[in-house]
């Protein structure tokens, strides 16, 4: 589970967030100044922080700073400041996203599952290659085989198998699924997960792969193995 780090004063923004991410199969942590952030990061490894600007004892800048000294760790700054400047400045020093407030959590959410995919994305080596049990896929040629057998599958199938390989067992909900391989400005109907999910099942029950979309009853779906 990727563990979360929260650097927010504002304590009812960092319950909403917390409990929003939590939903989201996150583990959170949270500080509420830039020395606690900094003391924090230095006693645990985090996935992702999540660094507002405006902070008691040290600002987001300084901990966003200092960070980058030894890590690469994702960083998405949250803050009031809306100028160009604040934001080139965030990203010059190494930031990763900038989201302003007043924001949507669910953006937050989507842009935390985007930056950790790009992430896993970079992580899989130069022949951009991951693989999970008998699936293999090649990000780069787009090429997908399960149990041996070469998958023919349309743009948003493939993202969705490459999200499901990538976070195995995760219970994803519609609206996650929506918003990491549609995109947060996707208005169309949720149902459309439903159709695309049938046809990768198929696809995948077809090439006698061990690994199978499984639908979680009030909850989501998650790609599992099955025996």
Same mark, same amino acid.
């Given at each position: 589970?990727?563990?979360?780090?929260?650097?927010?004063?504002?304590?009812?923004?960092?319950?909403?967030?917390?409990?929003?991410?939590?939903?989201?199969?996150?583990?959170?942590?949270?500080?509420?100044?830039?020395?606690?952030?900094?003391?924090?990061?230095?006693?645990?490894?985090?996935?992702?922080?999540?660094?507002?600007?405006?902070?008691?004892?040290?600002?987001?800048?300084?901990?966003?700073?200092?960070?980058?000294?030894?890590?690469?760790?994702?960083?998405?700054?949250?803050?009031?400041?809306?100028?160009?400047?604040?934001?080139?400045?965030?990203?010059?020093?190494?930031?990763?996203?900038?989201?302003?407030?007043?924001?949507? *959590?669910?953006?937050?959410?989507?842009?935390?599952?985007?930056?950790?995919?790009?992430?896993?994305?970079?992580?899989?080596?130069?022949?951009?290659?991951?693989?999970?049990?008998?699936?293999?896929?090649?990000?780069? *040629?787009?090429?997908?085989?399960?149990?041996?057998?070469?998958?023919?599958?349309?743009?948003?199938?493939?993202?969705?198998?490459?999200?499901?390989?990538?976070?195995?067992?995760?219970?994803?909900?519609?609206?996650?699924?929506?918003?990491?391989?549609?995109?947060?400005?996707?208005?169309?109907?949720?149902?459309?997960?439903?159709?695309?999910?049938?046809?990768?099942?198929?696809?995948?029950?077809?090439?006698?792969?061990?690994?199978?979309?499984? *639908?979680?009853?009030?909850?989501?779906?998650?790609?599992?193995?099955?025996?």
């Amino acid at each position: 589970m990727p563990k979360l780090l929260i650097v927010e004063d504002n304590r009812q923004i960092v319950e909403v967030l917390k409990k929003y991410l939590i939903h989201a199969d996150y583990e959170v942590n949270a500080v509420y100044d830039g020395k606690e952030a900094l003391a924090s990061f230095e006693r645990q490894r985090y996935d992702l922080i999540l660094l507002d600007i405006m902070l008691p004892e040290l600002d987001g800048y300084a901990v966003c700073r200092k960070i980058r000294e030894t890590s690469t760790v994702p960083i998405i700054m949250i803050t009031a400041k809306s100028e160009d400047a604040d934001r080139i400045l965030g990203l010059e020093i190494g930031a990763d996203d900038y989201i302003v407030k007043p924001f949507s *959590t669910k953006e937050v959410v989507a842009r935390v599952n985007a930056l950790l995919r790009r992430v896993q994305f970079e992580k899989a080596g130069t022949d951009r290659r991951i693989s999970y049990e008998d699936i293999r896929i090649d990000i780069e *040629t787009k090429e997908v085989a399960a149990a041996g057998s070469k998958l023919a599958l349309t743009k948003k199938e493939f993202d969705l198998l490459l999200l499901f390989v990538q976070f195995p067992k995760k219970v994803f909900t519609r609206e996650n699924l929506l918003d990491s391989v549609w995109g947060v400005d996707y208005f169309g109907d949720a149902r459309t997960v439903d159709s695309h999910i049938k046809r990768l099942r198929a696809k995948l029950k077809n090439s006698d792969s061990v690994c199978h979309i499984q *639908t979680i009853w009030g909850a989501g779906y998650a790609f599992e193995v099955t025996t």
